[in-house]
C-alpha cells in the first residue's frame, strides 16, 4: 500500500474515532440535559393543567374537554387523570412512531422522562391525579439532527486534512521520490547521485547511497585505469607507445575475420629510412624521444578512426589500420604528413624520405595476402627513394572509381529494401553451464544467388549513410525470429541507432507493439560507437530497458581506460572482442587482462561473453578466468 493510501486510512480512522467519541459525549450530555428539561416540563405542565381543572370544581364534562384540547395539541405523550381509587377516568395517549430519528439510533440514545404529576382538587377534596408526559419526539428530533450536523463537519475535516496531508507528504516525499528512482537506477546497473534532501532521515539515507554509487564510480575509474596500465605493459612497444606487432596482427587477423562494417578498410605501411645512421648521428636518445613523438601522433591518427590501430612493425616500419576507409592512398598520405611534421620539427628533414604502400582489405584476405602486396609495393617506393605512395590493389572492384562502386552498392541496397532480401543468420552464445545465453543473428543479404555476409556490405551500407534504415530491418527480423522460435535473439546495430533522433523514439514504439518478443530482444553497439555517443547511448539503454530489452557492447576492450563512464549506462552484458580471444590459451598477459575485466564487469552486474572463440583449449581457459559465455565457431 502506497503512503498517500496510508495516511487516507490513517485519517479516516483517527477522525472516526475522534468523531464516534465526540457523538457519544455530546448525545449523552444532550441526552441528559434534555431529559431534565423535559421532566421539569413534565412536572410545571402537570401542576399548571391541575391548577386550572381545580380551578374548574372538576366538572367532569370540562375535566374531559380541558383535556382532550390539551392533548390534541400534540406536545403530549401521555395525558391521564385517575382517581383516588386509580380507576384511570381520563386517558389520552399517543403510541404512533415518532419518524423523527432512525429507530437504531433511538435505541442508542434511549430518552427516557419522567411523568409530572399533581393533584386536582375540588374544595378539600380531591378529585384524582393528573399524569402527564410530554412526546419525546422532539428531543430525538434535535438530538438526531445534532448528530447529523457533527457528521457532517467532521467529513469535511476529513476531507480537508487529508487532502492538506497528501499535499504536505508530496512536499515531504518528494525526495523519496527522486530516492526511489536512484535504488531504481542501482538496481539497472546504473550508479547515480543526487542531491542530499533537508529532510534528516532521507539526508542520511541519499548520503549512504551516494557513497554507495561514488564508491563504485571510484572504482570503475581506478580498475579502467589498471586495465589500460596493464594491457600497454603487455601490447604497447616501450619507446613510440604503438602497439606491438603481435597484437597488432592478432587485431588485424580478428578484423578480416569478422562479420560487421570494420571487415573492410584500408591498411597502409610508412619506413623510416636509415634509422641507424640516424641514431649514429643524433643519439639514440634524441631519436627515441623523435619516435616517441611520431607514435603519438600515430595515435591520434588512430583515435579519430573508430576501431583503428597504429603499430610500430619493427624498428624503422609503421603501420596503420583503418576499418571502412576505402581509399587508401589518403590513409598513407595522412600518416606521411603526420611523420613528416615530427622530423621537420626536429630539424630532421631535408633528405629523409617516408617510402609508403598502402592496400584495401576484405573480409576474406589473409595476413600473408595483405603483408605480401604491402611488402611489394614498400619495395618499389624504396628503390625510388622518394616519399610516394604505392597502392597495392588485389582485384579489378578495387581500381574502380569510389562513386561507381558507391552506385554500385547503392542499386543493390535499394532492391534488397524494396525486395526484402536481407536475413539473418544464427549462431548460439553459449553460458559456462552450456545453457544458450541467445542466438547470435548477424545480417545477410541475398543477391544473385549467393548469401553476402554483413562484413561483405555493411561497409557499404555504412559509406551510403543507410544504417538506419538496415538497423530497423534487422530489429523487425529479430523480433520475427523471437516469435517463430520463442529463443532469445542477439543483433547488432549501428551508430546510426545512436546519432539518428528518431531511432530511440522508433525502437521504443516497436518495443510496445511486440512487448512479448522484446523481453527477449538483445541490442548491442560496438565500443567505439558507444563511447563516442555516449548521451545517446544512454537515451537507446534507458528506452529499451524499459520495455525488457537487453542493452550490450560488443568488440570490448580497446578502450579500457572509459571504463568508468559506464556507472550509469544500465548495461546486461559486454561482449570482448576477438582480438583479445585469440590464442587466449597461451597468453598469460591477456589471461591477466582479461580476468580483470570480467571482474570489474561482475561488480558492476554485467556478464562477460567473449566473441571469436575458435577451439576448446580458448573455451576452457576463458571459463577459467571468470567468463560467462561466449561465442564463435568454436562453440557449438
Given at each position: 500500500m502506497s503512503l498517500y493510501k496510508q495516511l487516507w486510512v490513517a485519517v479516516i480512522f483517527l477522525l472516526t474515532l475522534v468523531f464516534v467519541g465526540s457523538v457519544i459525549v455530546t448525545s449523552l450530555s444532550a441526552k441528559t440535559y434534555l431529559q431534565q428539561q423535559l421532566s421539569m416540563k413534565n412536572s410545571d405542565n402537570a401542576a399548571a393543567l391541575a391548577l386550572s381543572l381545580t380551578q374548574q370544581d372538576a366538572d367532569e364534562v370540562l375535566l374531559e374537554l380541558t383535556l382532550s384540547a390539551q392533548f390534541d395539541t400534540g406536545f403530549y405523550e401521555l395525558i391521564q387523570l385517575t382517581d383516588p381509587d386509580g380507576v384511570v377516568m381520563i386517558l389520552r395517549e399517543d403510541t404512533q412512531d415518532t419518524g423523527y430519528a432512525p429507530d437504531w439510533f433511538m435505541k442508542i440514545f434511549p430518552i427516557e422522562v419522567e411523568s409530572g404529576t399533581a393533584s386536582v382538587m375540588k374544595g378539600w377534596q380531591q378529585v384524582g391525579l393528573l399524569t402527564l408526559?410530554?412526546?419525546?419526539?422532539?428531543?430525538?428530533?434535535?438530538?438526531?439532527?445534532?448528530?447529523?450536523?457533527?457528521?457532517?463537519?467532521?467529513?469535511?475535516?476529513?476531507?480537508?486534512?487529508?487532502?492538506?496531508?497528501?499535499?504536505?507528504?508530496?512536499?515531504?516525499?518528494r525526495p523519496l521520490e527522486s530516492v526511489v528512482d536512484q535504488a531504481t537506477a542501482i538496481g539497472e546497473r546504473r550508479f547515480i547521485s543526487i542531491p542530499e534532501p533537508k529532510t534528516l532521515e532521507f539526508r542520511q539515507v541519499v548520503s549512504s547511497m551516494n557513497n554507495l554509487s561514488g564508491g563504485i564510480r571510484q572504482m570503475l575509474a581506478q580498475e579502467a585505469k589498471r586495465l589500460e596500465k596493464s594491457q600497454r605493459g603487455a601490447d604497447v612497444d616501450k619507446v613510440s607507445g604503438l602497439m606491438n606487432r603481435e597484437p597488432f596482427m592478432r587485431s588485424l587477423d580478428a578484423t578480416l575475420h569478422g562479420d560487421d562494417v570494420n571487415s573492410a578498410g584500408s591498411i597502409c605501411l610508412v619506413r623510416l629510412p636509415g634509422l641507424m645512421e640516424l641514431n649514429e648521428k643524433y643519439g639514440r636518445t634524441f631519436i627515441d624521444r623523435m619516435i616517441a613523438d611520431m607514435g603519438a601522433s600515430l595515435n591520434s591518427i588512430s583515435t579519430n578512426h573508430s576501431r583503428s590501430a597504429a603499430c610500430r612493425l619493427n624498428g624503422s616500419d609503421f603501420a596503420l589500420l583503418v576499418p571502412r576507409a576505402i581509399e587508401a592512398d589518403k590513409t598513407a598520405e595522412e600518416v606521411q604528413q603526420a611523420l613528416r611534421a615530427v622530423l621537420e620539427a626536429r630539424s630532421i628533414g631535408g633528405d629523409t624520405g617516408l617510402p609508403a604502400a598502402a592496400t584495401l582489405y576484405q573480409q576474406g584476405d589473409t595476413i600473408g595476402e595483405i603483408m605480401t602486396r604491402l611488402d611489394s609495393s614498400m619495395l618499389i617506393s624504396a628503390d625510388e627513394g622518394i616519399s610516394r605512395v604505392n597502392v597495392a590493389a588485389k582485384s579489378d572492384i578495387q581500381l574502380t572509381s569510389v562513386r561507381e562502386q558507391m552506385q554500385y552498392w547503392r542499386d543493390i541496397f535499394v532492391r534488397a529494401f524494396s525486395e526484402d532480401l536481407f536475413s539473418l543468420a544464427a549462431f548460439p552464445a553459449i553460458g559456462t553451464n552450456g545453457g544458450l545465453i541467445h542466438i547470435e543473428a548477424p545480417v545477410r543479404l541475398a543477391w544473385e544467388g549467393?548469401?553476402?555476409?554483413?562484413?561483405?556490405?555493411?561497409?557499404?551500407?555504412?559509406?551510403?549513410?543507410?544504417?538506419?534504415?538496415?538497423?530497423?530491418?534487422?530489429?523487425?527480423?529479430?523480433?520475427?525470429?523471437?516469435?517463430?522460435?520463442?529463443?532469445?535473439?542477439?543483433v547488432n546495430l549501428s551508430v546510426a541507432a545512436v546519432v539518428e533522433p528518431s531511432f530511440a523514439e522508433w525502437i521504443s514504439e516497436q518495443l510496445s507493439v511486440h512487448a512479448d518478443a522484446a523481453q527477449k530482444l538483445w541490442m548491442e553497439l560496438a565500443e567505439p560507437m558507444a563511447?563516442?555517443?555516449?548521451?545517446?547511448?544512454?537515451?537507446?539503454?534507458?528506452?529499451?530497458?524499459?520495455?525488457?530489452?537487453?542493452?550490450?557492447?560488443?568488440?570490448?576492450?580497446?578502450?579500457?581506460?572509459?571504463?568508468?563512464?559506464?556507472?550509469?549506462?544500465?548495461?546486461?552484458?559486454?561482449?570482448?572482442?576477438?582480438?583479445?580471444v585469440r590464442d587466449i590459451n597461451e597468453n598469460a598477459a591477456n589471461q591477466n587482462l582479461l580476468g580483470n575485466l570480467c571482474t570489474v564487469g561482475h561488480a558492476i552486474g554485467v556478464i562477460v561473453i567473449a566473441e571469436g572463440v575458435r577451439s576448446d583449449e580458448e573455451w576452457e581457459t576463458l571459463k577459467e578466468i571468470g567468463f560467462d559465455g561466449a561465442t564463435g565457431p568454436g562453440i557449438v
Open positions: 408526559r410530554s412526546h419525546s419526539r422532539f428531543a430525538y428530533a434535535e438530538l438526531w439532527q445534532s448528530t447529523q450536523k457533527m457528521a457532517m463537519l467532521f467529513l469535511l475535516v476529513m476531507i480537508l486534512a487529508g487532502a492538506l496531508g497528501v499535499y504536505l507528504l508530496r512536499i515531504i516525499l549467393k548469401l553476402l555476409t554483413a562484413g561483405e556490405f555493411l561497409p557499404w551500407v555504412n559509406r551510403l549513410e543507410m544504417s538506419h534504415m538496415l538497423d530497423q530491418q534487422v530489429v523487425q527480423l529479430a523480433l520475427r525470429k523471437i516469435q517463430e522460435t520463442g529463443k532469445p535473439v542477439s563511447f563516442r555517443h555516449l548521451s545517446g547511448f544512454k537515451l537507446l539503454c534507458s528506452r529499451a530497458k524499459s520495455r525488457g530489452a537487453k542493452i550490450g557492447i560488443e568488440h570490448m576492450g580497446h578502450q579500457m581506460s572509459a571504463l568508468g563512464q559506464l556507472h550509469d549506462v544500465g548495461l546486461d552484458y559486454l561482449k570482448v572482442d576477438a582480438n583479445f
